[in-house]
């Protein structure tokens, strides 16, 4: 009878084991529809304890941030215990659809997810209207190469079917580019009701040809067919003819398309009788419509004869105006007329090209003849000047023999004043009661505070932690948490524990998982993902 038992037992086990142990693993897409060079989040769970392989996932994507999570859920008096893990990834490849294989955890996998890459503009459609629409313009069909030109960028939103604007995706672009403003109005179009984003961009183009300017993308929440979820929609195209420099502009002048260049002359008093010796003061001012000041280059300049003249440093200055760049250059000279008579300043001819013409000009500033007369203080200064010289050094040969001995001791009593003077300064500087040394903070030590908080899932000990590990960090919490997504969910998960009124149970492995996570600051010299603001602020 034993023996029966024993064996109906082994059957048991054989044939219900396989089931009763195989985790239940799932996995999801924050979206399917994404753009080149856009992010997406896997997330993987399992009641399992084996971690996934994400090594397959290394031939497809850039895996760039990994955060692991627990969750403990009672239902029916039975306790269930999940991880869960969310991976940010980015496509390396440009295949329109790109499959994320399946992902094994120990003897378990997950399921492939397909997901589809868009390249041309979409718009999301509900009812027959655009619920969603980017747009894009340029102010100009043609322009020349370093001509100012003005992209605008629309975002249309219908009230009450688009819930959140995430992520503004700019394309990659070979010119100078710089973001002058960003508006936001309402707008009945068609019975509808739109919010509208309004963002325009400075470009520069740098060489000829033709320029291609792809698609913006942007990601966004939207209700489509009664369902909530992601959306990327993508705006129009755009092909601009980027002309080179005419022909017939001159060769050696610095290129200036333009729609208007003035160039001024001020001087500090005027110039028509002065003496010699006097000092004038001449400020030549270029200004641009359509360049930025680093764009206009120095003034031409010769040497005359009769002057000297002390240049100072140029001031720039930049405004913007209706879109449109002003740039200004400011050139002063300290002018000191030495040579009595008539002296001529030459003709000031700056070259640019106007682009509402189409046509080569030239600002000037006209000759100026000055009329400096002889200043007879001026000519006996500078004799005496030469005559002092001389004797101050048949002086020095007579007498140097005869003062070694005092030139002994007034060396002795400079050293000696010196050294009691630098005694005086360490004097003052020391503190007349001497604090304590500070205290080296270790940054590990700050960590395993954090570390230990959290895993002791008390909420204020964490906090008094993660405060004392911020004020070694070069950015504040509120900077840390604006640019690392996870880490702001964990502090605002923290503060709901500390100050809610209702009671919580707060865990603090998300907290701990996104410290040791948090990537390091990066500086970004091109246009970056934008992060759009709200699209109803509060």
């Not at 470009?203 to 369902?227: M, W």
């Not at 009593?413 to 001497?434: D, N």
């Not at 640019?483 to 701990?512: F, H, I």
Request: proline share 7%.
């Amino acid at each position: 009878m034993m023996i029966k038992r024993l064996f109906a037992i082994l059957l048991l086990l054989l044939f219900v084991s396989p089931f009763t142990l195989a985790a239940n693993v799932k996995a999801s897409i924050d979206k399917t529809e994404i753009v080149l060079n856009e992010t997406i989040n896997l997330t993987i769970t399992s009641d399992g304890s084996d971690a996934p392989d994400l090594e397959p996932l290394k031939n497809l994507f850039d895996i760039l941030g990994i955060q692991e999570s627990r969750e403990v859920v009672y239902v029916n008096g039975q306790t269930t215990s999940f991880r869960r893990w969310t991976i940010n990834l980015k496509p390396t490849t440009q295949a329109k659809g790109i499959v994320i294989p399946p992902i094994n955890l120990g003897q378990d996998k997950t399921d492939p997810i397909t997901i589809k890459l868009i390249d041309q503009p979409t718009n999301v459609v509900a009812n027959g209207h655009d619920i969603l629409k980017v747009e894009t313009t340029l102010n100009k069909d043609a322009a020349y190469v370093q001509e100012q030109l003005v992209l605008t960028l629309r975002i249309y939103a219908a009230d009450g079917q688009v819930y959140r604007l995430n992520n503004l995706i700019p394309p990659a672009l070979d010119v100078n580019i710089k973001q002058l403003n960003n508006t936001q109005h309402e707008e009945q179009i068609n019975g509808i009701h739109y919010s509208i984003i309004e963002r325009s961009y400075a470009i520069s183009p740098q060489k000829s040809g033709q320029l291609k300017i792809p698609s913006f993308a942007l990601t966004a929440l939207v209700k489509e067919d009664g369902r909530t979820q992601n959306k990327t929609v993508t705006s129009n195209e755009l092909t601009i003819k980027i002309k080179p420099k005419p022909t017939n502009y001159p060769k050696n002048a610095p290129w200036l398309p333009a729609k208007n260049i003035t160039l001024t002359e001020h001087w500090d008093k005027m110039p028509n009788n002065v003496l010699q010796g006097d000092t004038l003061i001449r400020t030549l001012s270029i200004t641009a419509e359509g360049l930025t000041s680093d764009q206009l280059g120095a003034l031409p300049t010769t040497s005359i004869a009769g002057l000297r003249n002390y240049p100072e440093q140029p001031k720039l200055a930049d405004d913007w105006q209706q879109d449109l760049p002003i740039g200004t250059r400011e050139e002063k000279d300290l002018i000191i007329p030495i040579q009595a008579g008539e002296i001529t300043l030459p003709e000031i001819k700056v070259a640019w090209w106007n682009t509402e013409t189409d046509k080569l000009e030239y600002a000037t500033i006209a000759e100026r003849k000055i009329q400096v007369a002889s200043n007879p203080a001026f000519n006996s200064t500078t004799t005496t000047a030469n005559n002092d010289t001389q004797l101050t050094t048949v002086i020095k040969k007579v007498t140097s023999s005869n003062l070694w001995i005092w030139q002994l001791l007034t060396g002795i009593f400079a050293i000696t004043t010196i050294i009691g003077f630098a005694l005086w300064i360490y004097a003052r500087k020391q503190p007349a009661i001497i604090k304590p040394d500070t205290p080296v903070i270790n940054p590990k030590t700050l960590l395993d505070d954090i570390k230990r908080a959290c895993q002791e899932h008390d909420p204020q000990a964490t906090r008094i932690a993660l405060d004392n590990w911020v004020k070694q960090q070069p950015e504040n919490l509120t900077e840390l948490v604006a640019r690392y997504a996870p880490l702001a969910e964990a502090v605002e998960d923290l503060n709901k524990a500390l100050y809610s009124e209702t009671s919580y149970t707060w865990q603090g492995d998300n907290l701990w998982q996104a410290v040791q996570n948090l990537p390091p600051k990066e500086e970004v010299a091109t246009v970056n993902n934008t992060i759009i603001p709200p699209l109803y602020p509060k």
